[in-house]
């Protein structure tokens, strides 16, 4: 593939939040004590399926981002065409279903339901009220899809999925922020429209420290010095959701997911 059009596909595929979901994945994995076959499995169908994801979003999304001008958005500069970025979707489609199979049966039909349940949030539900349910069943989901690809009947910590959940509301609000007016323009109304910024920082910082507290107890060490050091610091980076400006606060929910990720690996 030329590098003139694997740079524009890339980006197209919403590489930050790609990346991010997959290394919390694998984290999630290592802190289970996954072996490196399995965590690989699991990091390509992750992978694969936040490619899915990136692509249809933009592909879907490709008229409204004409009429609010978004020209950093390739398929409305043209740097990339729509028959590319399809023909993407369907070998990482095909990737996405082999490699979620391939972690059993269970874990691989979870794990295509999240994907499935954020490919209807980019077909309908980033419209509604309930634009946020498709963010917390896909990030609860996850240590779920990771518990059961090791062990089919073994389900992980409930605290674990609550944690998940609140971290993917704050993700999909803060995600949002910066293009409350564009998606206005163009018709979009789900819940962070509705709230209005302010008030998006605010829920956003809040439900990032509850998450995080959530694993700082769940771990069983919450006396350890580390976790609490690493607890000050998502207290600094949601104080960054509140008062960050652009895309600073969504950086800052990718930080905390990070952190989280290392209490994970101290338990």
């Known amino acids: 593939m030329a590098l003139s059009t694997a740079v524009p596909l890339v980006r197209t595929a919403h590489p930050g939040p790609a990346a991010a979901v997959t290394v919390l ?12 076959d399995t965590v690989m499995v699991l990091g390509t169908a992750v992978l694969s399926g936040q490619l899915v994801v990136g692509w ?16 950093d958005k390739p398929l409305v500069t043209g740097r990339i065409s ?7 979707v369907g070998m990482a489609s095909a990737t996405c279903v082999v490699a979620s199979l391939l972690c059993g049966l269970v874990a691989g039909l979870l794990h295509l339901a999240l994907v499935g349940a954020a490919l209807a949030y980019n077909a309908k539900l980033k419209s509604t009220v309930w634009s946020w349910l498709p963010y917390a069943l896909a990030f609860g989901g996850l240590p779920a899809v990771v518990s059961l690809a090791l062990d089919p009947a073994q389900i992980p910590p409930l605290w674990m999925v609550v944690a998940g959940a609140l971290f993917g509301i704050a ?3 803060l995600n949002v922020m910066p293009d409350l007016a564009a998606d206005a323009a163009t018709g979009v109304r789900g819940l962070p429209h509705r709230l209005g ?3 998006i920082r605010i829920i956003a910082a809040l439900t990032l420290v509850a998450a995080s507290a959530t694993v700082f107890i769940g771990t069983g060490n919450p ?14 980076l949601a104080a960054l959701t509140v008062r960050a400006p652009n895309r600073t606060p969504f950086y800052a929910a990718i930080a905390v997911a990070g952190v989280n990720g290392m209490m994970l690996l101290l338990e």
Do not use: E, F
């Not at 999304?61 to 020209?71: E, I, L, P």
């Not at 729509?82 to 993407?88: E, F």
């Not at 580390?226 to 207290?235: E, S």
């Open 197 to 199: 910024a302010r008030t």
């Open 82 to 88: 729509v028959t590319a970025v399809r023909r993407a």
């Open 56 to 71: 249809t979003n933009d592909l879907l999304d490709r008229t409204r981002d004409q009429v609010a001008g978004r020209t």
């Open 223 to 236: 006396a350890t010095v580390w976790h609490r050091v690493l607890l000050g610091a998502v207290l600094v």
């Open 171 to 173: 993700a999909h609000l």
């Open 25 to 36: 994945t694998l984290v999630i994995a290592v802190g289970m004590d996954a072996d490196p």
